[in-house]
């Protein structure tokens, strides 16, 4: 684990970016840089927010900037679904996230 008192401010959003795109490319299955409603509907239920796919899609129309039909994780889309997210239990989230997160 780390020391985060003693990081700075960007050091500590660093890790922070780096724990959410080690998790987004866990389920980026064919690479390519977005996840599909399929995809997101995936993480959102190893977050502990399982999502039915109307509300997926949904999602996926609000925060879709490019219009692709897709959350990207190059501008910032996916980072968007996650600020959106509350974490009622911690529990909930499945442990893959935080070994996916923390590679």
Known sequence: MCDCEKMSEK????KIL???KNVFKS?????????????LGNVLKALGR??????????IRRFDLDRS???DWNNGEF??????LDV?????????????GFK
């Open 11 to 14: 050091q500590r959003d660093e």
């Open 79 to 84: 980072l968007l679904v996650i600020a959106l």
């Open 50 to 59: 399982p999502s039915d796919m109307e509300s997926v899609s949904n999602l």
């Open 27 to 39: 389920y980026d299955l064919n690479n390519d840089g977005t996840i599909t409603a399929a995809e």
């Open 18 to 20: 780096d724990f959410f």
């Open 88 to 100: 009622v239990d911690i529990l909930q989230i499945d442990d893959f996230v935080f070994t996916a």
């Open 69 to 71: 039909g897709k959350i």
